[in-house]
């Protein structure tokens, strides 16, 4: 089965804020994207992330072939038990979903 790095360009994560996190996913053609924006469903991110369903925000764009995620953050940027400043870690972790 192939991973959604297997399926698109780039999976960027990026902090919006000391509480939430963003996630694009880039997908490059207009082919990829109709097929990941169909196949990559919310309860898959919200398994992934431990996120119940109504704390995920999506944003499907399919001018420019992106599908965006918006989530709290785990725990506030900053604070002593962050372990990832900027959320890269939830790109890292979208990229090895199968689906």
Same mark, same amino acid.
Do not use: W
């Given at each position: !089965?192939?991973?959604?790095?297997?399926? +698109?360009?780039?999976? $960027?994560?990026?902090?919006?804020?000391? #509480?939430?996190?963003?996630?694009?996913? #880039?997908?490059?053609? $207009? /082919?990829?994207?109709?097929? +990941?924006?169909?196949? &990559?469903?919310?309860?898959?991110?919200?398994? &992934? #992330?431990?996120? /119940? %369903?109504?704390?995920?925000?999506?944003? *499907?764009? %399919? *001018?420019?072939?992106?599908?965006?995620?918006? !989530?709290?953050?785990?725990?506030?940027?900053?604070?002593?038990?962050?372990?990832? !400043?900027?959320?890269?870690? #939830?790109?890292?972790?979208? /990229?090895?979903?199968?689906?």
């Amino acid at each position: !089965m192939p991973t959604l790095r297997d399926l +698109v360009r780039k999976v $960027a994560a990026k902090n919006a804020g000391p #509480f939430q996190v963003t996630v694009d996913v #880039f997908c490059g053609s $207009a /082919e990829a994207y109709a097929h +990941v924006s169909t196949a &990559l469903s919310n309860r898959a991110v919200c398994d &992934l #992330f431990g996120l /119940e %369903p109504q704390l995920l925000t999506r944003f *499907d764009i %399919p *001018d420019l072939h992106v599908i965006k995620f918006s !989530m709290p953050r785990i725990v506030v940027q900053g604070s002593r038990f962050d372990r990832d !400043m900027h959320g890269a870690q #939830f790109g890292t972790l979208l /990229e090895e979903l199968v689906i």
